[in-house]
């Protein structure tokens, strides 16, 4: 950049001013936009849209019930073992919510000090999605924060005679 008199000057452009694509008297290859009201309101054969409308079934009252009940619970389990991993509770208090593997894997990452970011601070749960995989089982991915930092977690919940449990846990 030049100066005069001891001001800058604005940056030359390098590139061409941007034109507007009009079909008949633009750059070969612009196409004519699509008018949306009177295009066709069918999304494929009529095939497709059975398999379309079976695979996103319309959710009853009891699958709306049993998603919130997951939903609460896996906040709550994954809370908690994040707090467990932190060491701010023990990892036995995991034992009426988590399977035995779940809790021994919990008190390892707390003893051993090796969850990602642990010295940026403790870990605060940010979200939470729960994909119910089958009727008694969901799949539950989860973000938390450490500092500025964001990291994620996945685990299983399944639900058993005494209700839902922590199946699995893993933190990234």
């Known amino acids: 950049m030049a100066?005069?008199?001891?001001?800058?000057?604005?940056?030359?452009?390098?590139?061409?001013?941007?034109?507007?694509?009009?079909?008949?008297?633009?750059?070969?290859?612009?196409?004519?936009?699509?008018?949306r009201g009177s295009a066709p309101r069918s999304s494929g054969s009529p095939g497709l849209q059975r398999v379309l409308r079976s695979s996103h079934a319309a959710k009853n009252g009891q699958g709306d019930e049993r998603n919130t009940a997951a939903g609460q619970f896996a906040r709550g389990a994954l809370r908690m073992a994040l707090e467990a991993v932190d060491g701010r509770r023990p990892a036995g208090h995991l034992g009426p919510f988590a399977e035995p593997a779940v809790v021994a894997a919990v008190r390892t990452l707390a003893s051993a000090r090796r969850s990602p970011g642990r010295e940026l601070g403790t870990a605060t749960l940010t979200r939470v999605d729960v994909i119910m995989v089958e009727a008694a089982?969901?799949?539950?991915?989860?973000?938390?924060?450490?500092?500025?930092?964001?990291?994620?977690?996945?685990?299983?919940?399944?639900?058993?005679?005494?209700?839902?449990?922590l199946a699995a846990f893993r933190v990234c």
């Open 3 to 35: 100066s005069e008199g001891g001001f800058l000057l604005p940056a030359p452009r390098f590139e061409p001013p941007l034109q507007r694509c009009r079909p008949e008297t633009g750059p070969p290859g612009c196409r004519p936009r699509l008018d």
């Open 137 to 165: 089982a969901a799949e539950v991915c989860a973000g938390y924060d450490r500092g500025g930092r964001h990291f994620a977690l996945a685990a299983r919940i399944v639900r058993g005679r005494s209700g839902w449990r």
